[in-house]
């Protein structure tokens, strides 16, 4: 089996699959849609980050692969409906790097109430300039939160240790954690909040979210954070405010357009801003939360090709594989009605006896983990792989 993973996958992933008996090519950056598909060439089994774009086309030139690893949160990147047609399944790590861009969060909302980027500006210009103007605590400040998921909640969690009075507004209800107080409209959150940091995801209903109008609504002198996803903020309205100095400070970690490599070729509105923090989408990537994720999805893809298991894929049933030391078939097909007694129908023709049977659907697509006990024949497979309903069907 080979695996391919770009984006510098962090080395846990890369030790854990070639443990397992993975081929592994790791290539530090994104790749384009033509170069991805000549790398696809034999692989079985693809990592990538944010950066790299897995299209429809990219998966329908690559008959082989059988599931994706997101080694992020995100997975906008991917083309899910393409993959789950093509029986490929996603796997992401909706949780392991909660903790880094909480604390990311929390640190820019610190050093930009003090303006620490002024102060270190002119000190590393010779400028001494010891003044406590327009410096001020966090404690007792209002933090407004644009989404209250696993990162806005925690981040609710932490910065009301710190002292801070927690507003937040989400599209779903969520219950609130500690004396976090649920807004009832985006308007309401932009006046009560002192500093409002988004946490929405990438779903395209996201994009141009915050505007002029958002910004203008904001109260005079806040501090504004994006840690979520570039395109849901116009940048050119974002430093307007910043200009005019309705808006005291920002910090940003991710951009509509980023560069594919390490290097020179950033551009942004924001360069050059006073009191703007810019970071290059580092806010879930410290050395233990790469570590968590590399580890994790790299599990998940390795469950899925030896035995099978779905559990926590985004796009395909959930099934867990519990059964050892047995023939496994995996018929991923189109969910409608009479597939299992085909299934079993086509079983019970060729002789062959089930020891365990799981079968759990997901929208459109419908999965079931067969373990045989005794021979498994060849016409058997095949039989099953010539349903009009079948997707995909594998044998472990």
Not at 86 to 105: H, I, Q
Not at 222 to 245: I, K, M, P
Request: glycine share 10%; with cysteine; proline share 4%.
């Amino acid at each position: 089996m080979k695996a391919l993973l770009l984006e510098n996958i962090h080395p846990s992933g890369i030790k854990l699959l070639s443990e397992r008996g993975f081929e592994i090519e790791a290539l530090p950056g994104a790749l384009g849609e033509d170069d991805l598909i000549a790398a696809l060439d034999g692989v079985d089994v693809l990592g990538v980050r944010s950066n790299t774009l897995v299209t429809p086309r990219v998966l329908a030139a690559a008959p082989r692969l059988r599931a994706v690893g997101a080694f992020c949160i995100g997975t906008n990147q991917i083309a899910l409906d393409d993959a789950t047609a093509r029986g490929v399944a996603v796997f992401n790590a909706p949780y392991s790097n909660t903790r880094s861009v909480v604390e990311l969060a929390v640190a820019e909302i610190i050093a930009l109430a003090r303006h620490l980027t002024d102060h270190n500006r002119r000190m590393h210009a010779g400028e001494w300039n010891k003044s406590a103007k327009g410096s001020h605590e966090i404690r007792g400040r209002t933090l407004g939160l644009v989404g209250y998921g696993n990162i806005g909640s925690q981040l609710s969690v932490v910065a009301e240790s710190l002292g801070m009075r927690v507003f937040f507004y989400d599209v779903v209800d969520k219950l609130a954690l500690g004396n976090a107080k649920r807004c009832d409209s985006l308007e309401e959150l932009l006046s009560e909040a002192e500093t409002i940091s988004l946490h929405v995801d990438g779903r395209r209903a996201n994009a141009g979210i915050f505007g002029d109008r958002e910004f203008g609504m904001m109260r005079r002198r806040s501090l504004f954070l994006n840690l979520s996803r570039g395109f849901v903020v116009d940048t050119d309205a974002l430093r307007r405010h910043l200009e005019s100095g309705h808006l005291a400070g920002a910090a940003v970690d991710v951009f509509e357009t980023e560069p594919k490599t390490n290097g020179p070729g950033f551009e942004s509105p924001l360069r050059g801003v006073p009191n703007v923090i810019l970071t290059p989408h580092v806010a879930g990537s410290t050395e233990e939360a790469q570590a968590n994720i590399g580890g994790f999805v790299a599990g998940k893809l390795v469950d899925y090709v030896t035995t099978g298991a779905t559990v926590l894929s985004v796009n395909l049933p959930s099934v867990q594989a519990a059964i050892p030391n047995v023939r496994r078939v995996m018929h991923l097909h189109r969910n409608v009605p009479g597939v299992l007694a085909k299934i079993n129908t086509i079983l019970a023709d060729h002789g062959t006896n089930i020891d365990g049977q799981t079968l759990a659907t997901r929208g459109q697509v419908g999965y079931v983990v067969l373990d045989i006990a005794g021979d498994l024949s060849d016409a058997v497979v095949e039989a099953l792989a010539a349903m009009p309903e079948a997707i995909r069907v594998e044998v472990r």
